[in-house]
């Protein structure tokens, strides 16, 4: 992510208050979790061995 996403990110978030971000921050996790869950370290080790 560049500066810039990260700045708009930032300030689209500025204005929530305590119980939004901490609502906002609960689904980034889990949608992380999710998503690291459906990957085998198999599948990780494969992936990465075909980006060489």
């Known amino acids: ?3 810039k ?4 990110i930032a300030w689209a ?3 929530l208050s305590y119980r939004e ?3 906002v921050t609960n689904h980034i996790d889990a ?3 999710v998503t690291k869950k459906e990957l ?6 494969s992936a990465i061995e075909n980006l060489h």
Not at 5 to 8: H, L, M, Y
């Open 31 to 33: 949608s992380y979790h």
């Open 13 to 15: 978030m500025s204005g």
């Open 5 to 8: 996403k990260a700045d708009q």
């Open 1 to 3: 992510m560049d500066k």
């Open 40 to 45: 085998t370290s198999e599948e990780i080790s």
């Open 21 to 23: 971000f901490l609502d």
